[in-house]
């Protein structure tokens, strides 16, 4: 009995506790004036309550009931009542509305909620200036304002809060200078990247002994890095890139114990660094590495472009994410007995470094960049994709690097990139893709396309929590509104600097027009990604083309093309370089932090200072300029060449008609006269003589003639086409030793340039960029054999015969051959108009020797 009463206590005990918890867990309905405050709030955010606080306490339901404009599913919507007062009503101490795209004003009204702790709005489109009526909530310990639309300064008042320890206005518009009285203050955190901030830094903030982070990068500060900074013992993390401060910064810096991450960079520097040579009149003077106290405890550092020479410490390779020493001055070498470095990612392009490439680094599994420095040559390029080494070595071939570059079989004078995506054909042009699987991620890429070009990337994205993701492209499928389409559905983006470089360049001028679209910061689609801001630096043949270039500004607005255009010129090395270089500048937290860095679309490179490389009609064109193994090809000719032919062979024939040879004019000659011939033409282009010309085409017989020129018929190939076998046109002399995919297209465009009909005939832009295979050579469409045999011959024939005639009965005296016109098509224009005359071919007439220099611009 005893067992069965202590069994029925015991359950007594859980009921009562059960339910007595019940009842205490029960949330408190919000009080009846903060829900006042609360729906002015909501009207001054410009948002729509979806219910009355009747039918959903916010504290009840632990948020605030409004419509979800945000079209992401990354909001919070958190409300937090963690006071009830005596009358038994809750009270709000925690407020985010974070990433919800909130339309209206920064509301004021906020103050009213007196036992506020947290006002967190993260990621709106919040405008109007700071209110200095928060400063009455004594509780307040935390600001978040981040990734809003607020303008104005910093309140004096802002100093008076009691017990605020956290404060971010990060990626605004504010503007003005920081008030001394913030000093007042005993902050954690104090983060104002990404404003429009100047004026130097308070000698009053170095009260704030407690600082654990202090982020001021992005803003127009002038002065330099103040020595206080190094006062803030606590100090865990320092960002100061492209803050206006300049260097050095103080040794006091290096030695604070607690420092995890500590990443400074001067962007005014390196307007002025030239990636041969730095100049030596730069602002800010030179220092030495300084020494390290917490290099064990450090995570990250980052000092970049800061004027910093001598050599680099051996301790640093113990660092644990990211060593990033990029643009300095450093010299020397690296020790060959460092074991591998700890850093998941070190970046140490654009020093003077020298000497061997330890082996341990070679073998690395993780991310290094050598390029742009002075090492000595290796004797072979390692197998390892984590390595960049453009450019890394001490050779002055400025090509010298890994991977090895193909040689040049032909220089080219025009380049045509589809950036971050697959090849596509714009207009007849063809854009190379550059998005293959092991070039969309990676801190360190190095992608030689092994045709003309090819692109290195560095840089990894800081703070977006994922190491080895595929956030180097960007794709996609909202671009309805753009001229070329498919030129932006996909862009290639970076976190530091990437280069596209092309080799086997043609010497000369070159118009670079550079392809954007800014397809993340997409406000039609998240409205508070209006609030992002891409700025970058663009530099061409290694020089400051433009600062401070903003996608969306230039092409007012998100989601639009816009196309900027460079001049260039291409010297003896033959070389092209394109970079865009993120200095520090814009926004890093939209949509999401770890977003920033240079963003393009498309390349088009084109010869000559023009900007309209990519009209409708398009003015660019590939063009081999020169050629190292050019297959020699009998008969293989544009229609430039056959026009050529076929006009000196009229003069030719004029010429020759009352000489020596007037028999094998009259007479058709036997198939071994025909190749003796022949056998003079081997690598002769440009003018043939009659003899050459006959016998070529078999007195020009019917089965050669391939179609009607604009200046009459053209002989031999398109019966090979039919029969797909367009190669045995080509001279069997050759054998083997020609490129048979070069020759093929080369008969190709012969055909669509003998073409019947004039309107089907390509121009002479789109001939030369079929030949240099940037454009895809179309099928010829007609057969010149449905005109019959009137339209082949008698033309060219019945003219060889009147002439003929005409000179036997003057006593077989040649005429002048530049003295008649002579019409030929529809052509008005005399053979001296469209012909220069080396006046040394005329003086033997009989000779087959005699050429006549042609421009091909005539055609």
Not at 386 to 405: A, D, H, Q, V, W
Not at 465 to 490: E, G, I, P, R, V
Not at 824 to 852: F, Q
Request: glycine content about 6%; proline content about 4%; overall charge negative.
């Amino acid at each position: 009995m005893s067992m069965l009463m202590k069994q029925w206590f015991l359950l007594l005990c859980f009921v009562t506790l059960f339910c007595f918890q019940t009842l205490t867990c029960a949330q408190a309905r919000l009080h009846p004036d903060e829900g006042a405050v609360l729906r002015k709030i909501v009207q001054k955010m410009n948002a729509t309550l979806e219910k009355d606080f009747t039918e959903e306490d916010p504290c009840q339901s632990r948020r605030l009931p409004i419509y979800d404009i945000s079209k992401t599913d990354n909001q919070n919507n958190t409300i937090i009542c963690n006071h009830t007062d005596t009358q038994g009503f809750s009270h709000i101490t925690h407020i985010f509305l974070k990433s919800a795209s909130l339309p209206g004003m920064l509301p004021p009204e906020f103050a009213n909620l007196t036992f506020l702790q947290t006002i967190d709005l993260t990621r709106n489109c919040l405008s109007g200036t700071l209110p200095k009526e928060w400063t009455s909530l004594h509780l307040l310990n935390t600001i978040s304002l981040t990734a809003n639309l607020l303008t104005g300064e910093i309140p004096r008042e802002w100093g008076n809060f009691a017990n605020l320890t956290y404060l971010s206005l990060e990626a605004n518009q504010l503007s003005g200078t920081i008030p001394e009285e913030l000093g007042n203050l005993n902050l954690t955190d104090l983060i104002l990247s990404s404003n429009q901030f100047f004026g130097s830094l308070p000698a009053a903030l170095a009260k704030m002994k407690g600082l654990k982070d202090f982020i001021v990068s992005d803003n127009s500060f002038n002065g330099i890095v103040p020595e206080f900074i190094g006062e803030w013992i606590d100090l865990k993390r320092l960002e100061m890139y492209s803050s206006g401060l300049k260097g050095p910064i103080p040794a006091a810096v290096f030695d604070l114990g607690n420092l995890k991450d500590l990443c400074v960079e001067i962007s005014d520097l390196f307007a002025y660094w030239n990636f041969k040579e730095r100049i030596s009149d730069m602002p800010g003077p030179d220092f030495k590495f300084p020494n390290l106290s917490n290099i064990n405890n450090m995570e990250n550092l980052v000092l970049r472009n800061l004027n910093m020479s001598g050599s680099i410490r051996n301790d640093i390779w113990q660092i644990g994410n990211t060593i990033d020493l990029s643009f300095n001055k450093f010299g020397g070498e690296i020790n060959g007995n460092i074991l591998t470095p700890s850093a998941d990612f070190t970046f140490l392009s654009g020093n003077k470094l020298t000497g061997n490439i330890p082996d341990s680094f070679l073998r690395t599994e993780n991310y290094i960049d050598f390029s742009y420095n002075r090492f000595a040559p290796l004797s072979s390029c390692p197998d390892n994709s984590k390595l960049n080494m453009y450019r890394s070595f001490s050779s002055e071939n400025t090509t010298n690097g890994c991977p090895i570059r193909p040689s040049c079989r032909n220089y080219y004078r025009s380049l045509h990139i589809n950036c971050g995506g697959e090849d596509v054909i714009i207009n007849n042009t063809w854009y190379e893709g550059d998005k293959f699987p092991h070039t969309g991620k990676g801190a360190v890429l190095n992608y030689n396309r092994e045709t003309k070009w090819g692109f290195i990337s560095t840089g990894d994205f800081m703070d977006d929590k994922q190491k080895y993701d595929d956030a180097y492209t960007l794709s996609t499928d909202s671009t309805s509104s753009m001229k070329f389409q498919k030129l932006y559905f996909t862009a290639r983006v970076t976190p530091l600097f990437l280069t596209y470089y092309a080799y086997c360049m043609e010497k000369g001028n070159y118009t670079v027009n550079l392809h954007f679209a800014e397809i993340l910061f997409r406000d039609d689609e998240v409205p508070f990604h209006k609030v992002g801001r891409r700025i970058f630096d663009i530099y061409i043949q290694e020089s400051l083309a433009k600062k401070d270039f903003n996608i969306k500004e230039a092409a007012n607005g998100t989601g639009k093309e816009i196309i900027i255009s460079f001049n260039a010129t291409v010297t003896d090395n033959n070389n092209l370089e394109i970079r865009l270089y993120w200095a520090g500048k814009g926004t890093t937290v939209v949509p999401e932090r770890g977003y920033y860095g240079p963003l393009i679309s498309a390349i088009s490179v084109c010869p000559g200072f023009t900007t309209n490389c990519d009209g409708e009609k398009q003015l660019c064109y590939s063009e081999p300029a020169k050629t190292n193994n050019l297959p020699i090809v009998i008969g293989v000719v544009t229609s430039v060449l056959f026009l050529i032919l076929c006009v000196a062979g009229f003069f030719c024939w004029k010429r020759n008609s009352g000489h020596k040879n007037t028999r094998e004019r009259d007479n058709i000659p036997s198939a071994d006269w025909y190749w003796s011939d022949l056998k003079g033409l081997d690598l002769q282009t440009g003018t043939f003589t009659y003899r050459q010309l006959k016998a070529a085409t078999n007195n020009f017989g019917h089965a050669n003639k391939i179609g009607e020129g604009g200046f009459g018929s053209v002989y031999k190939a398109f019966d090979l086409q039919e029969k797909e076998n367009l190669l045995e046109i080509v001279d069997p002399k050759l054998e083997h030793e020609f490129d048979k995919e070069e020759a093929e297209r080369m008969i190709k465009v012969a055909l669509l340039c003998s073409n019947a009909s004039p309107e089907l005939r390509p121009t002479m832009s789109e001939v030369v960029s079929m030949l240099e295979a940037q454009t895809i050579v179309q099928e010829v469409i007609s057969d010149p054999s449905i005109y019959g045999d009137d339209l082949r011959l008698k033309s060219l024939k019945g003219h060889f015969q009147q002439m003929m005639q005409e000179q036997n009965s003057s006593g077989g005296q040649s005429s002048n051959c530049f003295s008649d016109k002579i019409g030929l098509g529809s052509s008005t224009k005399t053979a001296h108009d469209l012909y220069s005359v080396n006046s040394e071919s005329i003086r033997n007439l009989t000779s087959e020797h005699d050429l006549y220099p042609a421009n091909s611009e005539t055609t």
